[in-house]
């Protein structure tokens, strides 16, 4: 049985390391390498990975390889594999790659808008309008990020109507799901409770809503309880909690698959996805990558091991 009253059966979790997470790391991973960790996401039970984005190698060098990566990928019946883009040039690679998922990244606040996107926000965002439109006349599927809906470091709190309006944009254009980013982590539960209260009763569907939160003051599982209890069903998760912003270096990382599925042990609250199978795969990411990964548990279970 669920162990709180009125939360959902099951949670839908978009496994972000492949892109959002790597695209943070000092050191790149290998083509082969990111193939082997998008495998083994696979093995471990994720129907949603996100492979990679195909932006500017030279401001995200760590996922250079992206046309490489697609190419070589080998797509499993039943998973479905995400692929960021920042324009119609960028739609017209992933199409030429074979994408069938599609995710555009905007922002609810100026200031980010123009350190990650070099444009203001409204521009930014009417920018996108031929991107999805282009997405959904291929058939394709589309996600569209939208970060910095609680607080900005540069604009400072993001107000409920500016992010409805944002989400209204996206949503007009046609995307087929917000995926609502606390970009560096501020949030507390009472926050991301009025911000979903506020939307939900503008009219944004919350069945469209996912929600992206980083782990900066440790708020991430406190936060994901307060948006289930709202009605919200797809979180994004990082095996590792890797992850963070190139542009935004206050950033944390972001809420960890492996602390998320903790949470859920013995809850009645099902992922489909394998707790051991990812602490497994944090292990070895946390090699490849030559460094302790910040996610509590396979921290715990790593120092666990050493005492045994």
């Not at 324009?87 to 998922?101: C, F, I, P, Q, S």
Request: glycine residues 10%; proline residues 5%; negative net charge.
């Amino acid at each position: 049985m669920r162990f709180v009253t009125g939360l959902p059966s099951r949670i839908q979790l978009v496994e972000v390391a492949p892109r959002d997470g790597l695209q943070a790391e000092a050191r790149t991973l290998t083509t082969e390498a990111k193939l082997e960790l998008i495998s083994r996401l696979a093995d471990a039970g994720h129907t949603i990975i996100e492979a990679t984005s195909l932006v500017s190698p030279t401001a995200v060098p760590q996922l250079a390889d992206a046309e490489e990566l697609l190419r070589r990928l080998k797509r499993r019946p039943g998973v479905r594999y995400p692929v960021l883009v920042p324009n119609e040039k960028g739609l017209d690679r992933a199409m030429a790659a074979g994408v069938d998922d599609i995710a555009v990244f905007a922002s609810a606040s100026d200031s980010y808008s123009r350190k990650n996107l070099n444009r203001p926000r409204d521009e930014a965002l009417a920018a996108y309008a031929p991107v999805v439109r282009g997405a959904k006349d291929a058939g394709k599927r589309v996600r569209g990020y939208l970060s910095m809906v609680i607080a900005d470091p540069w604009d400072g709190p993001t107000s409920h109507q500016t992010v409805r309006e944002c989400c209204q944009w996206l949503l007009d254009f046609g995307v087929d799901e917000l995926s609502l980013g606390d970009t560096t982590g501020v949030g507390a539960a009472g926050e991301i409770d009025a911000l979903l209260v506020s939307l939900i009763d503008d009219g944004i569907p919350v069945a469209k809503i996912a929600m992206h939160f980083h782990d900066t003051y440790g708020q991430a599982l406190a936060n994901v309880m307060a948006a289930m209890a709202r009605g919200v069903t797809t979180f994004d998760t990082s095996t590792g909690g890797i992850g963070g912003s190139p542009f935004a270096k206050m950033a944390g990382g972001n809420l960890a698959t492996e602390d998320l599925l903790w949470m859920f042990k013995g809850s009645g609250i099902a992922t489909g996805v394998d707790l051991a199978a990812t602490v497994s795969t944090a292990r070895w990411l946390s090699s490849a990558l030559g460094h302790e990964l910040p996610a509590h548990v396979s921290r715990a279970a790593a120092s666990s091991d050493e005492r045994a």
